[in-house]
Every structure is written in C-alpha cells, then in structure tokens.
Antibody, heavy 120, light 112 residues
Framework: QVQLVQSGGEVKKPGASVKVSCKAS????????ISWVRQAPGQGLEWMGW????????NYAQKLQGRVTMTKDTSTTTAYMELRSLRSDDTAVYYC?????????????WGQGTLVTVSS | DVVMTQSPLSLPVALGQPASISCRSS???????????LIWFQQRPGQSPRRLIY???NRDSGVPDRFSGSGSGTDFTLKISRVEAEDVGVYYC?????????FGQGTKVDIK
C-alpha cells in the first residue's frame, strides 16, 4: 500500500533553516512527483511546490521562491523540503503528498504531517 | 494566481440531511488538454487531508457514494446526500489547471 512517512516535528529559531523528509513506499517512486502543502495553525491549506521524482524538476510557489528547495533521493525513495530564513509565520504543519510526474495534479496520498514551530 | 472562493465557510447540518458546498474559480479551470483539474479534499479533525473527488466528479476508491462532485468552467459543487457523523471536518476545493495550484479557504461542516 502507498505510504508517505514524514520526519518528526521541529522547533527552530527565526532565521534558521529546516529540512523535512518524506519517505515513500508502496509504489514506483520515479513514476510520480511529490507536492508539499502547508497549513498554519487554524488556517487553510497552502500549496508550496512540486518536484518530479523522475528528473528532479521543480515548480515553487512564487511567494517562497528563493527560500525553499525541494529535492529527492531516488535510491532511498525520499523527498525533502528545505525552508530557509524561517519566520514566525512559517509555523505550520507541512505535508507531502504524492503527485503526478507531469502537469496535472494527483495529491491522492498524503503524509502524516510535520509540525515546524518557529519561535525565539 | 487563480483565486478559489468557497461558500459557505461554515455549514451546520442535521444528521441525515443533505449538504452542498460551492467553489468558484477566478478563471476557467478547463486545461488545454481538455480536462478540468478540480479536486475536493476532506480534512477530519486532527488528520491529514484526504482526496475525495478528482477532475470535478470522479470519486476516489473507498469514498462513499453519498459524496458527489459536479460543475464546469468556473463553478463547482460538492454535495453530500445524507450527512453522517463521520463527515464532520473541513472541505477544500483545489485547482490544478493553472500554476501555482491554489486551494479554497475551506468549508467547515459540523452537526447541527
């Protein structure tokens, strides 16, 4: 069965960086992509970006350009999302979701979420 | 960016009664490939989102048939024919036709 298992919660200070992992299993990893979505406390869902697990192509939300980097390791079927220069409004639960390798969305399987808290 | 507007934002419903959520987009969601990439998600309290409906009206495996999606162009609807206790949560529409993909604000469904 398809599973996405994310790394544990993190507490970071403003200005620091965080790297969240998403370990995929139960499907052929390179045939899909991974999208990252975040949810601030009590708020809605925000799409952050997408990475192709085939060739590493990425597409980021403009508001995060320059601060976010999504990568993947095909050998371990793991995707990563790194966010730099953290601010208090980056406090959120970060989700990875299986996506297509192309232009259309899937988001059919989701990880359990990783809470990132940014606080001094 | 495409703005997705859901209404209502809060929807108290009696058990066994129908519920309907509207989602409107600021531009047409018909892709150049002919498909319409409008997805509905359910997020139960304390859980990750779950995909219910994709490409407007296709129900995911395991989703009860009381859930249905409809619409076209810029106007979409999620209907629950008879609300059950397990349907409590927040429902989001999302468009995946135009980058960046964008979500509606969410509609909170609870039991009256």
């Amino acid at each position: 069965q398809v599973q996405l298992v994310q790394s544990g919660g993190e507490v970071k200070k403003p200005g620091a960086s965080v790297k969240v992992s998403c370990k995929a299993s139960g499907y052929t990893f390179p045939n899909y992509g991974i999208s990252w979505v975040r949810q601030a406390p009590g708020q809605g869902l925000e799409w952050m970006g997408w990475i192709s697990a085939y060739n590493g192509n990425t597409n980021y939300a403009q508001k995060l350009q320059g601060r976010v980097t999504m990568t993947k390791d095909t050998s371990t079927t793991t995707a990563y999302m790194e966010l730099r220069s953290l601010r208090s409004d980056d406090t959120a639960v970060y989700y990875c979701a299986r996506d297509s390798s192309g232009w259309y969305p899937l988001l059919d399987y989701w990880g359990q979420g990783t809470l990132v808290t940014v606080s001094s | 960016d495409v703005v997705m507007t859901q209404s209502p934002l809060s929807l108290p419903v009696a058990l066994g009664q129908p519920a309907s959520i509207s989602c409107r987009s600021s531009q047409s969601l018909v892709h150049s490939d002919g498909s319409t990439y409008l997805i509905w998600f359910q997020q139960r309290p304390g859980q990750s989102p779950r995909r219910l409906i994709y490409e407007v009206s296709n129900r995911d495996s395991g989703v009860p048939d009381r859930f249905s999606g409809s619409g076209s162009g810029t106007d979409f609807t999620l209907k629950i024919s008879r609300v059950e206790a397990e349907d409590v949560g927040v429902y989001y529409c999302m468009q995946g036709t135009h980058w960046p993909w964008t979500f509606g604000q969410g509609t909170k469904v609870d039991i009256k």
